[in-house]
C-alpha cells in the first residue's frame, strides 16, 4: 500500500518561509518523479514544482519561480518544498504526488500524470 504524507504547513506572514516535507512509502521512491500541486476552494488543482526521479531536473510553475525550490531525499524517502518570499495568493492546500512512470526523464505537470496523492497541508500566508 502506498502511502504519501505531507507536513509543514502553517500559517506565516507575507514574506516570510515554510519548508514542506512529504514522505513516501509503499513504492520504491527513488525511481519515480515526485511533484507538488496546490488547490484553492472553487479552483482545479494546479502545478507548482517537480521533480524527476534522480533529482537532476527540476521543473516550477511561473507563479513560484525564483521563491521556490524543489528537493528530495532518495535515501529518506522524502521531497521538500522550500518556500520563500511567500505571498498571501500563495495560501493553498498544497499537495504532494508521485509520478505515474519510472525512470523518466521529463517533469510532469498535470495532475493525471500523478498516481499517488497525499492529503494536503494547509498553507496560509497572512498580508
Known amino acids: 500500500q502506498v502511502q504519501v504524507i505531507e507536513s509543514g504547513g502553517g500559517l506565516v506572514q507575507a514574506g516570510g518561509s515554510l519548508r514542506l516535507s512529504c514522505a513516501a512509502s509503499g513504492r520504491t521512491f527513488s525511481s519515480y518523479g515526485m511533484g507538488w500541486f496546490r488547490q484553492v476552494p472553487t479552483k482545479e488543482r494546479e502545478f507548482v514544482a517537480g521533480i524527476t526521479w534522480n533529482g537532476a531536473s527540476t521543473s516550477y510553475a511561473d507563479a513560484v519561480k525564483g521563491r521556490f525550490t524543489i528537493s528530495r531525499d532518495n535515501a529518506k524517502n522524502t521531497v521538500y518544498l522550500q518556500m520563500n518570499s511567500l505571498k498571501p495568493e500563495d495560501t493553498a492546500v498544497y499537495y504532494c504526488?508521485?509520478?505515474?512512470?519510472?525512470?523518466?526523464?521529463?517533469?510532469?505537470?498535470?495532475?493525471?500524470?500523478?498516481?499517488?496523492w497525499g492529503q494536503g497541508t494547509q498553507v496560509t500566508v497572512s498580508s
Open positions: 504526488a508521485t509520478a505515474n512512470n519510472a525512470f523518466v526523464f521529463y517533469i510532469a505537470t498535470t495532475t493525471e500524470q500523478y498516481r499517488y
